[in-house]
């Protein structure tokens, strides 16, 4: 289903491509305006910034123009910012919620950010201002400030009128109680209001038990908060426990789908942002660093096979099963890295329980290595055999090297990121190359090791 | 936070650890009943299965039971209703939702879930075997089949006493409104329900453009439509458009968490599945597939280093360098690897602009394999001098064979995942070990012919 969705927008967009052309303009207004913002968003990913910019154009008013904004990956939504005059940015970024704002305003450059700040009315700018001070990936960056707030000695019959009153406020779930100093004290849902009668006190049938967070708290936890206690929004509050504002389940959501990103692209070392149309220039950036680690690794590893030249030159086969040993370690390796770095993540596998998982990834590492020793052990007797008379213990040594690797990587994979974990350092640098270049100068120095007490 | 969350939760083990060894009833009855499920079921989550059920037996009732078991890891919650009497089991399941029931039962081994299913109550044991017959990875086997229908003929008035009726259904954000045949016809939320005058039709306010799936639907389709459209909640339908159930926010979380940790797993090559404490043996199972691939193309790889042969008895120092070579091509592929199939997850990747992205990986790999092909050369020149006159030749030879063969893994890596994905097949499935031994056959094979076509 998720096919025909994409194949769909992708069939408006050959249509829009072509009504564009022709500058077509009744036409392409009626599909963007009959088109949901979040379909909407997907077809025009498929253009340039300038045929956006020509088709939201045609969009019926500027809250419409918003609303597929905010459902378009922030870059190409401040791409598209950028080639805006002023006033018309103005306009529709007026017509966002708060949060909104702040995410757009934040994705441009200072000077941009600035005029346009410059030219909104007062009130709007000090809000977006006030919501631009916190780190973006706190709770005070994700959060919306919009939120309801009611007195504890309030009616349910009053907070009806709230809601009523607020129509303009988006995914409202539950209304927050605050004291007669604006501390956050108790939560009523929604469904409280419906099934309550008219003239109940609020601090009678609230919950006080209210779990918050604060506004410099970081998203990756404001995330496990919600996901854990299945909440649909969290408030926040400052340093006094007065409410500012509230994160909600679809910023969670977007959160958790970050965070996994980031911790994808940070296992292969391939940096930690991934964004859609970012220059191979940064690219290049993101990623030279781990390449440069993992060529320290490489050149460590050619002087201790240098080292070993001696042995190599008499028995030269040996050098053919080099890529096979650091290769199958390297991959034992990476298994057990990703196991334990997602099992941190996900907290499956507990800091406490280190050498549980330790000895677990070492039974696996060894069992798998013994399997695999013998049967490249077998493939050496082969090749070594007729070609020399220490064919055997050769063949031996390949076997042996092959699982002493195996084993070895299985342990330093796991233990690595749980060493990191435990002073508090983020188990995923234990990247991928970092972890399998290590793996690499380990396995050639049993290899030639091993070799040298066989022969 | 998260860490003083997980260090309390720690604390209160050792608490509830002391308190068991006494057997000190009441108290432990004061911390089970005053710790909120989803906390009591982390800090279960160090004890054993039997020290766990001594634990839970101390609860004040069956559904406190019930709360803390679906809180718990699927695994370890089967692991102790499996220690369970029939009967004391049969009441804990009792006090779970449908679909928490069936995740439960469909957990357990077919002979004790058959058991207690059979000493349910007829009404309780048709719903969850009806459940149970879904895909555990469809809409249908994710939903929760408690849901709100209501006529489209209703008034506000009556809608509000259905929610008040139901206080047991969990997460209610929407009603469902059907027709005369059952069949879903629209939604209107809680927040419809407090702003609309009590004798209001419902037919004239509800929002006709409900967006629903099938119960066959995959829920990874399901989690993308949840998300792209930021809903709570997405009605599932059967065959004939009648309302079954609803798939809510929450389960669309832990989905998307699921998700990630398969790719993350596959990318890896170590199984799809990570279970908290799976045993070393189905560990080995899950991971011993992709070693095996690895295992065979890292014997291929040794037969094309055997047929350069002469070459390298000539040059026996270009031995040293091929690990390094294979390894900054494995790198580079993996970081492309990474980025290609995360980006076709996350859907910032579209496979009609595959040209675009590998030509994207192409470039940054021709960078980054200029960069630390000069960088190796300049090593080779260094060791090689002295020793070789064709010190020179060599080096080049080291430095455009590391370029050469970062560009190409960047190109394969980048281009076998879009491939898949183009002819529908999981672009996750060109998994590391796969990707990283081809490239390493491709690396020393590039690697010999350019040392041949130099020297």
Redesign the interface.
């Known amino acids: ?3 025909t969705h ?1 194949q769909k927008n ?1 069939r408006y967009y050959g249509t829009l491509r072509r009504l564009l052309n022709r500058k077509a303009g009744p036409n392409i207004r009626k599909i963007v305006d009959k088109t ?1 913002p ?1 379909d909407m968003a ?1 077809i025009l ?2 253009f340039t910034a300038e045929d956006k910019l020509g088709i939201i154009r045609y969009a019926k008013d500027d809250r419409r123009r918003a609303e597929i904004l905010r459902e378009m ?1 922030l870059e190409s939504a401040a791409e598209m910012v950028l080639l805006m005059q002023v006033p018309q940015a103005v306009a529709i970024i007026l017509e966002m919620s708060t949060d909104d704002q702040a995410d757009l305003l934040g994705s441009l450059d200072e000077q941009h950010a600035n005029a346009i700040i410059a030219a909104m009315p007062k009130d709007e700018s000090d809000d977006v201002q006030e919501l631009l001070r916190y780190d973006e990936n706190s709770a005070g960056g994700i959060m919306n400030p919009d939120v309801l707030a009611i007195h504890m000695d309030s009616t349910i019959a009053e907070a ?1 009128k709230v ?2 009153d607020h ?1 303009d406020v988006d ?3 539950y209304l927050y109680v605050v004291d007669d100093h604006g501390s956050l004290c108790g939560v009523l849902s ?2 409280h ?3 309550s009668k008219p003239d109940v006190v609020i601090k009678h049938i609230m919950n006080p038990n209210v779990v918050s ?2 506004t410099e ?2 998203q ?2 404001v995330a ?2 919600v ?4 909440f ?1 929004a969290i408030p926040v509050v400052d340093d006094t426990n007065n409410l500012v504002g509230a994160v909600t ?2 910023d ?2 977007d959160v ?2 970050e965070e ?2 980031e ?3 940070k ?4 940096g930690e942002e ?1 964004e ?1 149309n970012a220059s ?2 940064k ?2 950036l993101g ?2 660093p ?3 680690a ?2 320290v ?3 460590a ?3 201790v ?2 080292n070993f ?1 001696d042995t ?2 008499t028995y ?2 040996l ?10 370690a ?3 390796g ?6 334990v770095v ?2 941190l993540a ?5 800091i ?2 280190a050498w549980q998982t330790i000895s ?1 990834e070492i ?2 590492g060894t ?2 290595g013994c ?2 020793g013998a ?2 052990g077998a ?1 050496g007797l082969w ?1 070594f055999s007729g070609n020399t008379p220490m064919a055997f213990n050769l063949a031996i040594a390949v076997g042996a090297a092959t699982a002493t690797a195996m084993l070895l990587a299985a342990l330093v994979a796991s233990s690595i990121p749980l060493m990191f974990a435990r002073i ?1 350092i983020d188990p995923a640098v234990a990247t ?2 970092f972890v ?2 290590a793996i ?1 100068i380990l396995g ?1 120095t049993i290899y030639f090791t091993v070799v040298n007490l066989l022969v």
Request: hydrophobic fraction near 50%; proline fraction near 2%; avoid cysteine.
């Open positions: 289903m998720q096919t994409q992708y949901h979040a997907q990913s498929y990956q009806i809601v009523q129509e995914m409202i779930f929604l469904r209001l419906v099934i967070v604060r708290e970081d990756e936890d496990r908060l996901t854990r206690y299945d649909l389940v679809d969670v959501i958790i789908a996994a990103t911790d994808f692209l296992m292969a070392g391939a991934q859609e191979a220039f690219h290049v990623r030279a781990w390449l440069f993992a060529l690794g490489g050149i590893t050619s002087f096979i240098r030249e190599l030159s030269l086969s050098a053919a099963f080099i890529p096979v040993i650091i290769g199958m390297g991959n034992v990476t298994q057990s890295l990703a196991v997602r099992g996900t907290r499956q596998i507990k406490k329980q677990n039974l696996v069992l798998l399997l695999y049967i490249l493939v090749q508090n991928g190359p399998t270049t690499d050639v």
